[in-house]
């Protein structure tokens, strides 16, 4: 109908070919008239695409017709997982092979060297191989974040907001269990699971620390320490819509609100620790600009001392030139990932840098 029109359009084909289909010309005069009215869209979308009205608004309003239709359209579901190999214990095509052997369906990612994609029907962490730490459930997104952050071997990092420690095993495993990473978190649940993970890891570089809060006064003793840290924030969890689509009616713009003031003094918090000349970098799994750069342009109004710095090391230069048709890069140079055929989840980092 309309709407199946609207993607055609959006995408640039070409309505010519379909000139003898009078249904097709006259929808497509329907769809100028809604295009032309802002209410009409946010109703026919959030009708046909089964999403809240405040939802399709506010992507209209930040991100226009094209970029929304985009945001909004889950007609394709991933029906992968995503797997990191443990480079601390095995290597990329060793993994695949076995994982083969078991009957798994799987291949290398093109972009990220151990990143696995599987399609299964099999319990992932019933296997083995997972129970020995060789693998690690992770998007690729959440491998693209790790890589962008550009480590190094022996330095200090901290993993701000590290709930369970995906991202924190990563960082472990590319500094080749050299220096340290430390893992924060105020929930026991999630810092457990951590510690868990950890121990099959073969990682002894990483070091879960549980917090009572952004005041708790051992984050005294890590000021101005850290080479890196890396906030991946607490948020709507927008970019997970498309694989969870019930998660978007739990969503309110008052929660919006409530996330993005907290958003802001976490990266405020955290900002304490960056060493001059480190690196801060911001993520989320959201889509909404509120949560990301409106974050970060209200975060260096108030710290003149941080600027964006590029991701133009050449490793993150030539891979976000290959992504280059899945993600958006904002204005200030914030890269938003949302590519379904390539990581199921959506996700969002920038790269701050701290003046010396």
């Known amino acids: 109908g309309v709407l199946e029109l609207t993607v055609f359009r959006t995408l640039s084909a070409d309505l010519s070919l379909f000139s003898r289909n009078a249904n097709i010309v006259k929808q497509d005069l329907q769809l100028k008239k809604i295009e032309n009215s802002p209410l009409q869209t946010t ?8 999403y809240p009205k405040w939802i399709v608004s506010y992507f209209l309003l930040n991100d226009g017709l094209k970029r929304t239709l985009q945001l909004l359209d889950d007609s394709f579901r991933p029906n ?22 078991k009957g798994i369906e799987c291949s290398s990612s093109n972009n990220i060297p151990d990143c696995i994609y599987v399609r299964t029907e099999k319990k992932i962490s019933e296997l083995s191989l997972f129970k020995s730490g060789e693998f690690e459930i992770q998007d690729f997104g959440s491998q693209l974040i790790v890589k962008a952050l550009n480590v190094k071997k022996h330095s200090t990092i901290v993993d701000f907001c590290a709930g369970a420690g995906g991202k924190s095993l990563a960082i472990g495993s590319l500094m080749r269990n050299t220096g340290v990473v430390y893992s924060f978190d105020i929930s026991k649940n999630k810092i457990d699971k951590l510690k868990i993970r950890l121990a099959r890891s073969g990682l002894k570089n990483i070091y879960p620390v549980l917090l009572s809060g952004l005041n708790d006064k051992r984050l005294n003793g890590f000021h101005l320490k850290a080479s890196k840290v890396l906030v991946d924030a607490p948020c709507t969890c927008s970019g997970t819509f498309r694989h969870n689509p019930h998660l978007k009616w739990k969503v309110s713009n008052m ?16 900002s304490y620790l960056c060493s001059e000349g480190g690196t801060l970098m911001y993520a ?7 949560e990301n750069e409106r974050v970060i342009e209200n975060f260096l109004k108030s710290n003149t001392e941080f600027f964006v710095q590029p991701l ?3 490793y993150v230069k030539n891979l976000l030139e ?3 048709e899945s993600v958006f890069i904002d204005k200030l140079g914030g890269v938003t990932l949302f590519d379904p055929r390539i990581s199921k989840y959506g996700f969002y980092f920038i790269n701050l840098t701290k003046k010396c």
Do not use: M
């Open 43 to 50: 109703k026919s979308l959030s009708f046909s695409k089964s």
């Open 80 to 101: 992968y997982i995503c797997l990191r190999a443990n480079s601390i214990k095995i290597k990329c095509p060793t993994l695949i092979k076995k994982l083969r052997e």
């Open 255 to 270: 929660l919006l609100k409530e996330l993005t003031k907290r958003q802001g003094e976490i990266l405020e918090k955290a």
């Open 322 to 324: 290959e992504l280059k």
């Open 284 to 290: 989320t799994c959201s889509l909404f600009k509120d």
């Open 312 to 314: 133009d090391n050449s």
